[in-house]
């Protein structure tokens, strides 16, 4: 028995809704006091920002191969 994949057109590009969740993640971490629990959401709306900019910059009309 073979099961069919969902697929979920996206309205949002990746860059979007990683730049989105980074923002809520920075919001929550607002809310909680200094801490590990807090450097952790931190460092994961880091981690999303980045994503959004290598992701950005991969799919550049500019991008050049290495020389």
């Given amino acids: 028995m073979f099961h069919r994949r969902r697929r ?3 309205s949002l590009t990746l860059p979007d809704r ?3 969740w980074a923002k809520e993640l920075r ?7 200094p801490g590990t629990a807090r450097d952790v959401i931190l460092n994961k709306a880091s ?9 950005d ?3 550049s009309p500019g ?3 290495p020389k």
């Fill in 8 to 10: 979920l057109k996206q």
């Fill in 57 to 59: 910059w991969a799919n």
């Fill in 63 to 65: 991008l050049q191969p």
């Fill in 47 to 55: 981690l999303a920002n980045t994503t959004a900019h290598l992701d």
């Fill in 27 to 33: 919001e929550q971490a607002a809310k909680l006091p």
């Fill in 18 to 20: 990683l730049s989105a």
